[in-house]
């Protein structure tokens, strides 16, 4: 049952994406971001992946594409689930957001936004979430060093 | 504003020049209210993370903080005396920190219950402070991740006995 | 200590909407530190009398840094940070954690681990779920009933502490297996707990279940349709209390669960006494599934003999010199993990916990990220707040168990 729903994702993505392949047992689709919106709304509602499960990016500063934004979908029926990952550039790191599609993914996208500085065209509500009103910078790039502290309130002397 | 209680003896002279007899009743004076005030305490459990978890476990029936008096959380700063830092501080819960202590009334006590809270933890990045002793002063400092019920009974047991070795000045000096 | 003369305490947060909304409003703040929230959340709602309008959740108070902090340690050092995300449950997010980057790595674990693995998982959800229902019962003042099952956890914390040290984050799973084998006596203990639990839980049902007082702060409150539930990324308790039966140790079975007899309880509204409900009865499956495991427990060694990740034997290291310097690279380096990404989700407490990590082949990951599901739920945990009163969102946001752990990561 999930390897038809796997065939059938290979299949319509075929012509979309860059690359489709099998890799430690889960479908990983890489599309260029403009082909993500309809990728994602045509497994929504034609291959039935509801369940929003996952938004996150990956640094990789020496690449050209600096920032790979993955995603990940789980098929309520057909116990499956498929990768698909997509790349931006770093001065222009922005996708489309599927806040349209799924109610999981304002959250997500807040996270990830914050984490990483990546836009979520169509994300109403891009504000921090687990960061705090005045933090500058996106922690987890490769180039924000990890104890550089933003305190809030005055340390005592 | 603080008022001034100066009582003034009989010969006009004030009673804070000290004499024998006097700070023999104020050191007994300060020994009752310690007494007093180490065996009902009110705690105020800033419960944050998985030290909550043994917070949960040392107030309830197999090691019993009721037997301290020390049982019952006050959920109001304005009616508590002990704010119990349970758990991780991170830096965007350091104002809430600081405003719910603000609030509390005087005498008050802080006690940092697990490594998060003494120094930080093994959290040494942006997002965490580094003990809350940078933001507020701390009494007592239980150390743990998260430390067993009876480490914190023995915590709270050397809080109560610096309690009850402390001045209380409300009668007869500024205050 | 005195603050500078005027300052002004920050407020960490920009809420979506304050009174100018809607002047007939009044808009409160619950939490973030709040005996209710389960440690540290916010509820900024907009009240009209005792109506709950509008609800914004804001969360993040314990962001603790753990993607960052990972990238900085090797592959074994972090299992104590990934310990603390569901924190009432550590071992599932010790055995998710190591389960992936075995799956990285390619290797099987042996038998003996895959059951033990199980009943631990199982074990600890069981710790997991007294916490959360007893948290709930105690806000809606059954104290008794939270005593009960804090008696009950407290055994259950002791026990968990003869086999791996301490009681609450346990830090038992390692890359490659477990981090010893279970003491003499333990499975004895084990049997005794049983008793015990039947002995507890059978009070709480009777105090609980047909309590008029309790079915009426809980029956029709909070409901979520499965509809909404999956389109907010519901997984795991609460998706299985709108009706929808998905239960990842059965949909797609990991660790032992294919060999298991359980069933997946389900509710019928979605509302909170279901979600209680629901919690109740997968403890007695888990239970149950413990009793079939103890009986299945092969005997073998628990580490997979592969060096890449499994100290070799003290005896080796001290003796010959390869053992020696593997034992040094795996501690100063940490097990060099080929290159590569996955994807591996196992049934926490709470629902789906996935573990997504990235290798670039060192002996310290490039990234790990967790799919944490109290974050997604509290996502979504507006809709249950809204159009219920004001003395709900306690009950509710206790049924929804977000751990603030997992939630902020």
């Not at chain 3, 032992?256 to 309880?265: G, I, K, S, W």
Request: glycine share 8%; hydrophobic share 40%; charged share 25%.
């Amino acid at each position: 049952m999930g390897a038809e729903a796997l065939a059938m994702v290979r299949e319509r993505l075929a012509s979309a994406a860059t690359d489709i392949g099998l890799d430690h047992g889960m479908l990983v689709v890489s599309l260029p971001r403009e082909a993500l919106l309809p990728a994602v709304t045509m497994l929504k509602d034609e291959l039935a992946f509801d369940l929003f499960l996952d938004v996150t990016a990956v640094d990789w500063p020496e690449r050209d594409y600096r920032f790979e934004v993955v995603y990940h979908f789980y098929s309520t029926r057909h116990f499956v689930r498929v990768r698909v990952k997509t790349h931006v550039l770093e001065q222009d790191a922005s996708v489309d957001s599927l806040v349209g599609l799924y109610g999981a993914a304002g959250y997500m996208e807040r996270e990830c936004h914050e984490m990483y500085g990546i836009d979520f065209r169509g994300n109403p509500d891009l504000r921090h979430i687990l960061l705090y009103e005045g933090f500058v910078g996106h922690p987890l790039r490769k180039d924000y060093d990890k104890e550089h502290e933003q305190p809030l309130v005055p340390y005592r002397q | 504003m603080t008022s001034k209680i100066i009582p003034i003896r009989a010969d006009g002279t004030a009673a804070h020049q000290k004499t024998a007899e006097f700070e023999y009743i104020t050191t007994r004076k300060d020994a009752l209210v310690g007494w007093a005030r180490k065996f009902s305490i009110f705690p105020y459990p800033f419960v944050t993370a998985c030290c909550g978890m043994e917070f949960m476990s040392v107030s309830s029936t197999i090691y019993d903080t009721d037997r301290f008096g020390a049982a019952l959380p006050r959920f109001s700063p304005r009616q508590a005396d002990l704010m119990m830092v349970v758990g991780t501080i991170s830096h965007k819960q350091a104002p809430v920190l600081l405003r719910v202590w603000e609030q509390m009334c005087e005498p008050k006590w802080v006690m940092a219950f697990g490594v998060c809270a003494t120094s930080g933890g093994f959290y040494n990045n942006y997002a965490v402070l580094q003990g809350i002793d940078k933001i507020l002063p701390v009494d007592i400092y239980i150390p743990g991740c998260p430390p067993r019920p009876e480490t914190v009974i023995d915590g709270i047991m050397q809080l109560q006995d610096k309690i009850a070795r402390s001045r209380h000045p409300i009668v007869n000096e500024v205050y | 200590m005195t603050l500078p003369a005027g300052y002004q305490i920050p407020n960490p947060i920009r809420p979506a909407f304050d009174e100018t909304a809607n002047p007939d409003a009044l808009v409160v703040s619950i939490g973030p530190s709040h005996p209710a929230t389960h440690g540290t959340a916010q509820v900024i709602a907009m009240l009209e009398a005792e109506k709950v309008v509008r609800a914004d959740v804001h969360c993040g108070y314990l962001h603790r840094g753990f993607e960052k902090e990972c990238e900085a340690h090797t592959w074994h050092n972090l299992i104590p940070y990934v310990d603390r995300l569901n924190y009432c449950s550590a071992m599932i997010n010790d055995f998710a954690y190591c389960a992936a980057v075995e799956e990285l790595l390619g290797i099987e674990i042996t038998p003996r681990t895959k059951y033990l693995r199980t009943l631990l998982s199982e074990y600890s959800r069981v710790a997991d779920h007294i916490t959360c229902i007893a948290a709930a019962l105690m806000e809606l003042g059954a104290m008794t009933a939270f005593l009960y099952m804090m008696t009950l956890r407290d055994y259950i914390y002791e026990h968990m502490a003869d086999l791996t040290g301490a009681r609450v984050t346990h830090s038992y799973g390692r890359i490659g297996g477990l981090a010893h084998d279970l003491p003499d006596g333990w499975l004895e203990r084990l049997d005794e707990i049983f008793k015990e639990y039947d002995e507890f839980m059978g009070r709480i049902h009777g105090l609980m279940d047909r309590n008029r007082i309790f079915i009426e702060r809980m029956r029709d409150v909070g409901t979520i349709s499965t509809a909404d539930a999956i389109n907010c990324g519901y997984t795991g308790p609460i998706l299985r209390s709108t009706g929808a039966p998905r239960d990842l140790r059965k949909d797609t079975p990991y660790l032992a669960y294919a060999e298991l007899d359980f069933e997946v309880p389900v509710g019928i509204k979605g509302d909170n006494y279901d979600r209680y409900y629901v919690r109740m009865r997968e403890m007695d499956e888990s239970m149950h599934m413990i009793r079939q495991l103890m009986k299945m427990l092969p005997d073998g060694p628990i580490n997979v003999d592969d060096r890449r990740c499994t100290f070799p034997d003290k005896k080796l290291v001290y003796g010959e010199i390869e053992s020696l310097i593997n034992h040094f690279k795996l501690v100063m380096e940490g097990p060099h993990v080929p290159p590569g990404e996955v994807y591996l989700a196992h049934e926490g407490a709470n629902g789906e916990l996935g573990f997504y990590i990235v290798s670039n082949g060192d002996g310290r990951p490039y990234k790990v990220h967790v799919r944490a599901p109290s974050f997604i739920h509290v996502g979504g945990v507006h809709k249950m707040l809204e159009g219920y009163q004001l003395a709900d969102v306690v009950p509710t946001f206790g049924s929804v168990n977000m751990i603030g752990g997992e939630c902020d990561r």
